[in-house]
């Protein structure tokens, strides 16, 4: 997946995240917790798998200016990763960028 790829990915819907894995069977711990803070809050997304895709692995850390996956955009803007999710999730920010 080129950068275009990319940012056509993020345009199509409304909720999408970039994760090692997939939401029935996240590949790391960091993935697998934005997954449930998504789900908790009934969220629709699209997932991408980047274990499936090593250009877009690597393509996704260059689009986004950010060195790390998983990495969550909402409304075609780039919210952050794991720990900046979860740190919105904790202080109950989350909820309304998802809505």
Same mark, same amino acid.
């Given at each position: 997946?080129?950068?275009?790829?990319?940012?056509?990915?993020?345009?199509?819907?409304?909720?999408?995240?970039?994760?090692?894995?997939?939401?029935?069977?996240?590949?790391?711990?960091?993935? /697998?917790?934005?997954?449930?803070?998504?789900?908790?809050?009934?969220?629709?997304y699209?997932?991408?798998?980047?274990?499936?895709?090593?250009e +877009?692995?690597?393509?996704?850390?260059?689009?986004?200016?950010?060195?790390?996956?998983?990495? +969550?955009?909402?409304?075609?803007?780039?919210?952050? /990763?794991?720990?900046?999710?979860?740190?919105?999730?904790?202080?109950?920010?989350?909820?309304?960028? +998802?809505?």
């Amino acid at each position: 997946m080129n950068k275009i790829q990319i940012q056509e990915a993020i345009d199509k819907d409304k909720v999408v995240l970039f994760m090692k894995g997939t939401r029935d069977f996240p590949q790391c711990g960091f993935s /697998g917790r934005i997954v449930k803070i998504l789900e908790q809050f009934g969220t629709e997304y699209q997932e991408y798998d980047v274990l499936e895709d090593s250009e +877009l692995r690597d393509g996704i850390k260059s689009f986004s200016n950010w060195p790390t996956i998983p990495q +969550l955009y909402v409304n075609g803007e780039f919210v952050g /990763g794991s720990d900046i999710v979860y740190d919105m999730h904790k202080e109950g920010t989350i909820e309304e960028t +998802l809505k």
